[in-house]
């Protein structure tokens, strides 16, 4: 009998508060898309503390040749979650990342500067899923795909990512 | 008198044209064995340009550094023993790929001079980006 009374007690005191913080757990960790106003002080506050690099500037020339190279390097591996031109185009999970994974021709990144873009991709950012590419890919690659962001072909004219079409 | 006065000219008339024949041959021979030297020496810079071998592993090249000659042709041989990777010098407009466990190369002839990064340009992994070599141009 006290056994019993023993089991009961462990099962009140442990497993039901393990449950409900499980419970807790699982339901914070939804991806669930950012309020308005999250977005909003987000951007607000990446572009004006958290990325840094401001006045760097692009040291490669604006030429198609520069563009194209750009193109290149992004189909490296950003494409898997940018598409190919930077529009999400094809990616099946853009609108089901918290956040999502944004346009690169929006407003919103177009407005970082040339320094702060390559920072983005030097080091990644947060809170998102961009990962830190800095010694992945080269510095002059990375610039490069700075050039391409300010040259994105129109949304859906490259096609999709062929790692989503097979 | 008259045979040994007459026996002369014939003498000298002989001689005379054998020693402008062995003139002949002898400055022809040299002529030839200048050109032939100067042919051979020519063809021979032509047909062997320096040759660089240079290896391919993630995430570097060895040697990780070469010293080119402004102005001489080189041959500069990629050997992979992984991935592929490939070698682009970008101020020289030198480019190289080679595929999984290959070998390539390319011929070129260094037009300035100067020390240039050259990056590998094939994406080959996590370290990709810091796969570099120093290429050094001299006078």
């Known amino acids: 009998m006290p056994q019993a009374v023993f089991l009961i007690l462990g099962v009140i005191l442990i497993a039901v508060p393990l449950a409900m913080l499980s419970g807790i757990l699982i339901a914070g960790c939804k991806a669930d898309p950012p309020g308005k106003a999250e977005t909003a002080a987000l951007n607000w506050a990446k572009h004006k503390i958290l990325v840094h690099n401001k006045s760097q500037a692009n040291p490669l020339k604006d030429n198609a040749a520069a563009v194209a190279d750009g193109k290149e390097a992004f189909s490296h591996y950003c494409v898997a979650c940018h598409g190919l031109d930077g529009q999400n185009t094809g990616v099946p999970f853009a609108d089901r990342m918290s956040p999502p994974v944004p346009s690169l021709a929006g407003n919103d990144v177009q407005s970082y500067t040339d320094g702060q873009l390559k920072w983005i991709i030097d080091y990644g950012i947060w809170p998102s899923g961009m990962p830190g590419s800095k010694n992945t890919l080269s510095d002059e690659e990375i610039w490069s795909i700075v050039l391409y962001l300010r040259h994105l072909p129109p949304a859906g004219s490259l096609g999709e990512p062929e790692m989503y079409t097979h | ?139």
């Not at chain 2, 340009?49 to 995430?59: C, L, N, Q, S």
Request: proline residues 5%; glycine residues 8%.
């Open chain 2, 1 to 139: 008198m008259s045979e040994k006065a007459g026996s002369l000219p014939p003498k000298i008339s002989i001689e005379e044209p054998q020693m402008k024949l062995k003139y002949a041959v002898s400055t022809a021979v040299t002529a030839m064995l200048v050109a032939t030297l100067l042919f051979v020496s020519v063809t021979r810079a032509e047909a062997a340009p320096r040759r660089i071998e240079v290896t391919a592993k993630r995430f570097a090249f060895t040697p990780g550094e070469i010293t080119l000659k402004k102005g001489e042709p080189v041959v500069l041989v990629l050997k992979s023993i992984d991935v592929a990777h490939g070698i682009r010098i970008k101020e020289l407009g030198v480019e190289v790929k080679v595929g999984k466990g290959q070998s390539n190369e390319v011929a070129f002839t260094p037009s300035k001079t100067g020390t240039f990064v050259a990056h590998c340009s094939v994406f080959c992994g996590a370290g990709h980006g810091t796969m570099a070599l120093t290429v050094h141009v001299v006078d």
